[in-house]
Every structure is written in structure tokens, then in C-alpha cells.
């Protein structure tokens, strides 16, 4: 298509993807920030929340590592039921092909802690009286940045 643009399908519908959408990788331990931009355009924000998120009690001894995802990765967001692909949740909360390989993951050690927007693992989310991290995803597309001269 030219000037750093493809189209790309979904779900029956045509979209104009531009090669500035696609994120560097990454894999960056976080150190306590309330914000970390992964690129630009893509931004985590860190919450600290009644009832949500990532139980502060489970960082007490423990890291977050941000990272890109690799494949076949398998996350549990439901207590009491099998782990899912991220493939698979990914699908079901309709995100299109082209952003799903972008969207950051939240390991603790070794364990999916979190899919920001998306879910915390069950062992890990806040009990409703108990502080939790959320965290959450920002993307704003290259198109909308700097529009203004």
C-alpha cells in the first residue's frame, strides 16, 4: 500500500495498520514507577487499588518483569478454572492479530502475573479488603500523536 502502510482484515472488517503501530520489544524490570512507557506510543500505568489488581502482599519478595509476549503463553484469570492460552483470551476480547504480539505482559518471577486491560492471575488478585497494583495499558496510535504544530 505504500507510506508505511498495510491493510489488514478482522472479524469482516478492513483496517489501514500503519508500520509506526508496531512496538519495539522489551523486557524491563519494574522498579516502583507509577508509569513506564514501552515506546511513544505505549504506555503502563500502575495503580494502587482497594480490591484490584496484582495483592501488594505477593511484591513483597518478589519482581514484576515487563516483557513482550513469545508464544504459548497459558494464564489462569478465574479461580477454580484450567489456564487459558493468551492466544485464546486474546481472541475472545477481540484484539486483532497485528496488536496482540505488542500487548506487554506482567510476569512475577516465572508466573503470568498480569495482562494489563485484560485480567490478574487468580492465586494473585487483591482480596476485596486487601490493596492491589493495577495495572493498565495505554496505546494511542501514532496517527493522533502530535497533531497539533
Same mark, same amino acid.
Given at each position: ?8 482484515? =478482522?472479524?469482516? %472488517?478492513?483496517?489501514? /495498520?500503519?508500520?509506526?503501530? /508496531? ?11 507509577s $508509569? ?12 494502587? +487499588? ?5 495483592? %501488594?502482599?505477593?511484591?513483597e ?14 494464564f +489462569?484469570?478465574e ?13 475472545? =476480547?477481540? *484484539?486483532?492479530?497485528?496488536? +496482540?504480539?505488542?500487548?506487554? %505482559? *506482567?510476569?512475577?518471577?516465572? &508466573?503470568?502475573?498480569? &495482562?494489563?486491560?485484560?485480567g490478574?492471575?487468580?492465586d ?5 479488603? $486487601?490493596?492491589? %497494583? /493495577? &495495572?493498565?495499558? =495505554? ?5 493522533? /500523536?502530535?497533531?497539533?504544530?
Amino acid at each position: 500500500m505504500g507510506q508505511g502502510l498495510s491493510i489488514s482484515r =478482522h472479524l469482516q %472488517l478492513a483496517y489501514v /495498520v500503519s508500520e509506526h503501530a /508496531v512496538l519495539g520489544s522489551y523486557n524491563l524490570l519494574w522498579q516502583g514507577e507509577s $508509569e513506564v512507557w514501552l515506546s511513544p506510543y505505549s504506555q503502563l500505568v500502575f495503580e494502587k +487499588r482497594l480490591g484490584q489488581g496484582i495483592a %501488594l502482599r505477593h511484591l513483597e519478595h518478589a519482581k514484576l518483569r515487563i516483557k513482550n509476549r513469545e508464544g504459548g503463553e497459558r494464564f +489462569r484469570p478465574e479461580q477454580g478454572r484450567p489456564s487459558r492460552t493468551i492466544k485464546r483470551m486474546m481472541q475472545t =476480547h477481540t *484484539i486483532p492479530p497485528w496488536q +496482540r504480539e505488542h500487548i506487554p %505482559l *506482567i510476569f512475577m518471577e516465572e &508466573i503470568l502475573a498480569s &495482562i494489563p486491560n485484560l485480567g490478574v492471575d487468580a492465586d494473585l488478585l487483591a482480596a476485596p479488603d $486487601e490493596i492491589g %497494583l /493495577v &495495572i493498565a495499558w =495505554h496505546y494511542q496510535s501514532p496517527e493522533t /500523536v502530535n497533531t497539533q504544530n
